[in-house]
């Protein structure tokens, strides 16, 4: 699920951006953000998918 939010995000920069609601910066600020929040959801489900029971170590 928040792979997907994040995805829907990423959507509606493209979007709010394309009618000019926000400028370039705020633009690729967010893209920027999405980029790294999805690397830490993909970090969070593979640790939890191969963590097992023991956790970090």
């Given at each position: 699920m928040a792979k997907g939010s994040n995805g829907e995000v990423?959507?509606?920069a493209y979007s709010a951006f394309d009618v000019q609601f926000i400028?370039?910066?705020?633009f690729e600020d967010m893209l920027r953000r999405t980029d790294i929040l999805k690397i830490k959801i993909i970090n969070l489900i593979?640790?939890?998918?191969?963590?097992?029971p023991k956790g970090y170590k």
């Open positions: 990423r959507s509606q400028n370039q910066e705020s593979l640790t939890l998918k191969f963590g097992g």
